[in-house]
Nanobody, 127 residues
């Protein structure tokens, strides 16, 4: 059984902050990489950030670098996405995902790199 459960979404004003959580259980809790994606209405699912579970190294998309921070708590099998200085264009459903296998010097940034997904949590940023 593999489960990823996101929480922490909601409505926030532009310039505000939110912290999303993703609790992993089952096989997902031993994944090599955990990532956050988002999908706005009518758009493709977009990679945001990834963390290498055991060593904690991170990689971000240019669209969120400097505003979003991915982190993890190994003891709680939980990954977080701290989102600061939110903008209306950040409005989307946010998903966490887990990937197995090592990528060497590259990072898994494609949707197809991830075999396990949470159900998503809605983030709405008002102007």
């Amino acid at each position: 059984q593999v489960q990823l459960v996101e929480s922490g979404g909601g409505l926030v004003q532009a310039g505000g902050s939110l912290r999303l959580s993703c609790a992993a259980s089952g096989r997902a809790s031993s994944a090599h990489y955990m990532a956050w994606f988002r999908q706005a209405p009518g758009k493709e699912r977009e990679f945001l950030a990834v963390i290498r579970w055991m060593i904690g190294s991170t990689y971000y998309s240019d669209s969120v670098k400097g505003r979003f921070t991915i982190s993890r708590d190994n003891a709680k099998n939980t990954v977080y996405l701290q989102m600061d200085n939110l903008k209306p264009e950040d409005t989307a459903v946010y998903y966490c995902a887990a990937a197995f296998g090592l990528y060497g010097s590259t990072w898994p940034v494609g949707r197809d790199d991830y075999g396990y997904w949470g159900q998503g949590t809605q983030v709405t940023v008002s102007s």
